[in-house]
């Protein structure tokens, strides 16, 4: 982080007193009641985003929150917990929530609301206890937060359905928010979505997908449709090809026995990756407003070509350069076939887009950690400069860069100095830190902020998730077992991956690059 930034930062977390920044309001005065008090997401994410709200001033003074898991404890036991976990992520270098000082006191109005709640997720008893609690404490606006393994997602909605917990009255707002993975095929997610919408109306429901949850994910709206350079050449008529990359250094990170269950193409593809295939691809919505972005964004989903065996490569990491294999790793089968790597030919089937691929990819242990959005334009018509054929010049690639690097690169042609008229490619490069202080955010803030103020512009709508899995589910259940190719771990990927690619006589963009070299 850059000094100035870094300052900004500090001087933020150690202030006493919050104000929220002009323009925003504190969230309402409401209950957050997280299902799985004791799990990682709340530990990690929920607190860590839940004191970054309320060091910018923007939660309520009156917002208990109350923490359900299973097994019997003190408050106070899980509050010191919590309180540790935070300090440990805060001295962290390496974390996103790395603070050179916490504001305490913006910890203590959270800490002081925790009050943790035995029970069990799925009996009676519990949700017959916790109505009792919300009505002692007579909240009117509720946020069930399931932090909880999917299989618990139904039976928590049912029950809170069937305690009346979800019941809206007097004006108050009852919410329900659920974490990934919804569902695990189209099948599975319109079963959820059944479940869960018998006991809950649509707009009560909000469906996390923490990649909206980034600033440079939000921010691909606002340079498409704030800049009047960009939207003349995004379209088919310009632009030759989409590169969506996720590409990840660590392995499965102990989680193993999910992985098994889930694999690379499951995890990230028709939610993470589709997000942002939706950001880019989605016409220009008339307005902000929740309704009017999501039905851009399921347009495009709808427009999805089916994927087919053939548009698809899998891969799984073998020992190599960073470690050993993921058949090494604990909790996966010696013989595992499932996928760590996954890479996809999609195409949009809309005037905009018809033609147009949008290549996807995702692996674990891989060179680089990297997520980014590469539009490549179509090359120039004809061969203008002497000794330098068109097919030679670099096209232009204009690169929305989401994680780690937060920024934009735009690679272009101009005259290599010097006497002969002789083209060389260059890139230009822009970066968040360069011009916005950095601020403390884990990716949950503006997510957890926008569902208590009642906003679902960044969260999942059923039809939507439908229409993701509903174009992947060829590939989910295919007729004959895809194959899954090794790669080595530190490597860039299986060879089959590129053969996808060198079909349509294109390349993947390397994952390492020199610094501002196109
Ligand atoms: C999660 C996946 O949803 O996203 C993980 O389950 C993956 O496997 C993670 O590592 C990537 O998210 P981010 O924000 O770290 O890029």
Request: hydrophobic share 40%; with cysteine.
């Amino acid at each position: 982080m850059p000094n100035d930034a870094k300052d900004a930062n500090d001087a933020k977390n150690s202030k006493d007193t919050a104000a929220p920044p002009a323009g925003k309001r504190p969230a309402p005065p409401c209950t957050l009641v997280i299902f799985g008090a004791g799990g990682d997401l709340t530990r990690r994410l929920l607190m860590p985003a839940l004191y970054n709200l309320s060091a910018d001033g923007l939660l309520d003074d009156d917002m208990p929150i109350i923490g359900v898991n299973h097994g019997e404890r003190e408050t106070s036991e899980w509050r010191d917990e919590l309180t540790a976990s935070l300090r440990k992520f805060a001295a962290d270098k390496a974390s996103t929530f790395h603070t050179s000082k916490l504001n305490e006191d913006a910890w203590n109005r959270i800490a002081q609301k925790l009050e943790y709640f035995a029970g069990e997720f799925a009996e009676d008893e519990t949700f017959a206890r916790l109505g009792k609690r919300l009505a002692e404490l007579k909240s009117r606006n509720v946020v069930f937060y399931l932090a909880v393994s999917a299989r618990f997602f139904a039976p928590i909605a049912e029950h809170l359905g069937r305690a009346g917990l979800l019941k809206e009255e007097n004006g108050g707002f009852r919410r329900l928010v659920i974490e990934k993975p919804f569902g695990n095929d189209l099948a599975s997610a319109q079963a959820l979505n059944r479940s869960i919408l018998a006991y809950a109306d649509e707009s009560q429901v909000y469906r996390i997908d923490h990649f909206l949850g980034k600033d440079t994910v939000q921010s691909i709206l606002a340079v498409r449709f704030a800049n009047a350079m960009f939207e003349p050449v995004w379209r088919r008529e310009f632009i030759d090809s989409v590169q969506i990359t996720a590409a990840e250094t660590i392995g499965v990170e102990g989680r193993g026995s999910f992985y098994e269950q889930t694999g690379a193409f499951r995890d990230m593809l028709p939610n993470h990756l589709f997000q942002l295939l939706g950001m880019v691809a989605m016409e220009p919505p008339n307005s902000f407003d929740a309704e009017s972005v999501r039905d851009k964004k399921a347009e495009v989903f709808d427009a999805i070509q089916p994927l087919g065996p053939n548009d698809v490569v899998f891969g799984q990491y073998e020992t190599g350069p960073a470690g050993p294999g993921y058949r090494d790793e604990p909790g996966v089968a010696k013989d595992s076939r499932i996928e760590t790597y996954a890479a996809a030919r999609v195409y949009v089937e809309n005037w905009r887009w018809a033609g147009v691929p949008f290549y996807l990819r995702t692996g674990k242990r891989l060179t680089e950690r990297r997520t980014e959005i590469s539009v490549q334009l179509k090359a120039v018509p004809f061969r203008l400069f002497r000794d330098t054929p068109v097919d030679a010049l670099t096209p232009n690639v204009y690169t929305l860069r989401i994680d780690p690097a937060h920024g934009t690169t735009f690679d272009f042609n101009v005259k290599v100095p010097g006497p002969v008229m002789q083209v060389g490619a260059v890139r230009s490069t822009f970066d968040y830190g360069d011009f916005f202080a950095e601020r403390a955010n884990v990716g949950y803030e503006t997510l957890l902020y926008d569902c208590m103020l009642g906003d679902p512009t960044l969260f999942q709508r059923a039809d939507s998730i439908e229409t993701a899995w509903a174009a992947v589910d060829r590939v989910l259940h295919p007729e004959a077992e895809l194959p899954v190719h090794g790669y080595a771990a530190g490597s860039a990927g299986p060879e089959e991956a590129d053969r996808l690619l060198a079909e349509d006589g294109r390349a993947w963009r390397p994952l390492t690059d020199a610094k501002n070299k196109p």
